[in-house]
């Protein structure tokens, strides 16, 4: 079974640095064909794709965010971090993280239970 | 950059009865197109994959039609269990979500 579990702060200021864990289980990122990925949510708006990460460390970041976003994984750990700088309260949102599913490339089958932050002075 | 509608934004529809949801892509992203079902207060589900293909344990009464630019997620016969935000995504390229489609009950 895969579960995915998101931590961080909870409130960040603006300008600050964002940094997320994702601590998963029931799969390996150094299984080839494995991904994961970060999502977020706005408060009552649409999904938002951030991040991925694969097994052999091919990452990809939204065109329009890349420049603020690193990801990175450690195999030993399970974990796969995000770090989002110069926040804004644009940037408020509930993070997920997700494994990708095997069968069809960028679609997810697993999805952690998400973490709401929120970016405020 | 490609982008991704969906309409209607609410849909209101009686239990029991059919629901059609459209999602239409600027360009074609081919049969790279998955379906998701979010409800209040939890991660999405993955329905559809590959425009048409059920994903594992997703009931037949949702079915995914389309190529290209111009896809249909329909739900035959409505549940309560199925009112719920029903999200597109095309991942030809990079994966980018529709705005989503409200399914309401009437």
């Known amino acids: 079974q895969i579960t995915l579990k998101e931590s961080g702060p909870t409130l960040v200021k603006p300008t600050q640095t964002l940094t997320l864990t994702c601590t998963f289980s029931?799969?390996?990122?150094?299984?080839?064909?494995?991904?994961v990925g970060w999502i977020r949510q706005p408060p009552g708006k649409a999904l938002e794709w951030l991040a991925l990460i694969y097994w052999d460390d091919d990452k990809r970041y939204s065109p329009s965010l890349k420049s603020r976003l690193t990801i990175t994984k450690d195999t030993s750990k399970n974990q796969v971090v995000l770090t989002m700088t110069n926040m804004d309260p644009v940037d408020t949102a509930t993070y997920y993280c997700?494994?990708?599913?095997?069968?069809?490339?960028?679609?997810?089958?697993?999805w952690g239970q998400g973490t709401l932050v929120t970016v405020s002075s | 950059e490609i982008v991704m509608t969906q309409s209607p934004a609410t849909l209101s529809v009686s239990p029991g009865e059919r629901a059609t949801l459209s999602c239409r892509a600027s360009?074609?992203?081919?049969?790279?197109l998955a379906w998701y079902q979010q409800k209040p207060g939890q991660a999405p589900r993955l329905l559809i994959y590959?425009?048409?293909t059920r994903a594992t344990g997703i009931p037949a009464r949702f079915s995914g039609s389309g190529s290209g630019t111009e896809f249909t997620l329909t739900i035959s016969s409505l549940q309560s269990e199925d009112f719920a935000v029903y999200y597109c995504q095309q991942y030809n390229n990079w994966p980018l979500f529709g705005g989503g489609t409200k399914v309401e009950i009437k």
């Open positions: 997700a494994h990708l599913s095997s069968i069809a490339a960028r679609t997810i089958d697993s």
């Open positions: 590959g425009a048409s």
């Open positions: 360009q074609s992203v081919s049969s790279n």
């Open positions: 029931g799969f390996s990122l150094s299984t080839s064909g494995v991904g």
